[in-house]
């Protein structure tokens, strides 16, 4: 008897509800209560297929859905819909919004950057606000473009129902860096070696600005080459970046040809960078503002009596453009900048004339690169990058393209051949890394071999020699490891004769160095 009165009692049960689920009811209006962050139209779009005559308990299940998808495809993700009890009176329905905003946001774990500057950074997180994830993403990615923090958000129910507690977890070091190299980027009859040391701070003041300083000399001979740099970066509110910078070089090269030639001189510039829009997925560019103020006093000694010297003070403008296409395998880069220099603005019309044959304060010139890496599944690779120059007038040797050397064409001395128009090729071809066959401490090396090639043509020569063609090939080889060190090794055979580089003569170039 009891067992037969449970199997009644669940048999009406069962019908009850399928009846309940099967009841129809007019559905004309949906009253939806605490909805603030979606447009109205939106609100209406999501719930509208789900009225008229003859509705179930499914369709207002429906529509409590669609009006969920919408905030979530609309960002907010921590929004939910609910249907609270009622009656469906007078043809109408109503559906709860809860938008969930942040009752407590925490940073943890930080310990060279300020939590407020971390916490300002994310204004979708503040609390009391419903996050936008979008929105989020991308200011979490704007913190996270410093190399020396990560910053990963945790969310969890807060003790408020209805709410959501975020705890910004951050992996960071030291923002201090620096680098030394030793190398042999050396031009005619100076000795060898060159020396450069780097260091910098990428967080001054708490607001992720950054300060650097230079020094490069000769170790063989110091008065040889003599320069300081100092830079400045301060990132803007807006993403955009101003960057200031400084250089003092001071030099002594002795018997250039009859000739010794000492020099120094200053440049001061500023840079306005502006990060573009992209409508594509893996592309990014930039456009740059900027202006240098230069000024060079060389003073040129006739070995055998008297001297002369060539002061040279100007201002140029420069307005370029930069752009990285990132895709499986393929990272390309192109950029391009306009340089130019107005007459009547600082420069003196004789002193141009007198540093170059035909050369005037108002000048102007195009100068480009490119490169284009690819690497195949099996870690082999093919490197393709390049320079350019163009020019309509004579130019100073500072604003003249240069070949030779190891970032042009390998096989000559550094900026063996001047020129206002001029190219620079260079095809490298490259092997797997083998690093994890060679032993512990090793993170890269590899094998490469490279053909380099380029001209330059001077406008309005003093000699007969109009255009000089370069080229060479060989091979190489890279390193990186043991936290730091990195080391490169080309040997470059010349294949045209150019001053005291005859074709068929090799050349080896190299650089070591360290880096925190």
């Known amino acids: 008897m009891n067992k037969f009165s449970g199997c009644l009692l669940i048999l009406l049960w069962s019908m009850r509800a399928a009846c309940a689920q099967d009841a129809q009811f007019d559905i004309f209006e949906y009253r939806v209560e605490g909805a603030t962050l979606l447009p109205a139209i939106m609100v209406e779009q999501a719930v509208y297929p789900h009225l008229g005559e003859g509705r179930t308990l499914a369709d207002v299940e429906k529509a409590r859905e669609a009006l969920e998808q919408a905030y979530h495809a609309a960002g907010y993700l921590t929004v939910l819909v609910s249907i609270p009890p009622q009656k469906v009176d007078d043809k109408l329905v109503r559906l709860a919004v809860t938008e969930a905003p942040v009752e407590r946001l925490r940073v943890v774990e930080s310990r060279y950057f300020s939590l407020g500057e971390i916490k300002a950074g994310v204004p979708q997180l503040a609390e009391g606000t419903v996050p936008n994830f979008p929105q989020m993403q991308k200011e979490l990615a704007a913190l996270n ?263 042009t064409v390998r096989g000559y001395l550094e900026s063996a051949a001047l020129g206002e128009n001029g190219l620079a090729l260079s095809l490298e071809a490259r092997t797997p890394n083998f690093a994890q066959h060679l032993g512990a401490g090793l993170d890269e090396i590899y094998a490469l071999a490279f053909f380099d090639g380029g001209e330059v043509r001077v406008r309005e020569p003093i000699t007969a020699d109009a255009r000089f063609t370069l080229a060479g090939t060989g091979l190489g080889l890279r390193l990186k490891g043991w936290r730091g060190v990195s080391a490169g090794l080309d040997w470059a055979v010349a294949l045209n004769d150019l001053g005291s580089t005859e074709e068929g003569d090799s050349r080896a170039h190299f650089r070591l160095g360290y880096e925190w």
């Open 145 to 407: 473009k410093s190399p020396d923090r990560r910053i990963t958000p945790v969310l969890r129910p807060g003790k408020t129902p209805g709410t959501v507690e975020v705890d910004l977890k951050v992996k960071d070091e030291l923002p201090l860096h620096g680098n030394v190299e030793l190398n042999d980027r050396y031009s005619q009859d100076t000795t060898r070696t060159r020396l450069t040391a780097n260091l910098r701070w990428d967080n001054l003041w708490q607001q992720q600005h950054g300060l650097g300083i230079t020094v490069q000399t000769a170790p063989e001979e110091p008065d040889e080459s003599r320069v300081f740099s100092a830079s400045y970066t301060w990132p803007l509110a807006s993403g955009n970046y101003l960057a200031f910078y400084a250089v003092k070089s001071d030099s002594d090269v002795a018997a250039v040809g009859t000739l010794n030639v000492r020099g120094n001189g200053v440049i001061a510039g500023a840079r306005y960078i502006l990060p573009l829009r992209s409508k594509w997925d893996g592309f990014f560019h930039t456009a740059t503002l900027g202006a240098d103020y230069k000024n060079f006093d060389q003073s040129v000694a006739l070995i055998d009596g008297g001297s002369f010297d060539t002061p040279l003070s100007y201002l140029p403008f420069t307005l370029g453009w930069d752009g990285t296409w990132l895709s499986q395998g393929r990272i390309s880069k192109a950029g391009v900048s306009f340089n130019f220099q107005m007459r009547g603005l600082v420069a003196d019309a004789q002193e141009f004339a007198d540093k170059r044959f035909k050369g005037r304060p108002d000048y102007a010139y195009l100068r480009g690169t490119f490169s284009h890496e690819e690497t195949w599944p099996a870690g082999w690779g093919l490197n393709l990058k390049g320079s350019w120059q163009v020019a309509s007038q004579p130019l100073v040797s500072n604003e003249q393209f240069a070949i030779g050397g190891v970032d």
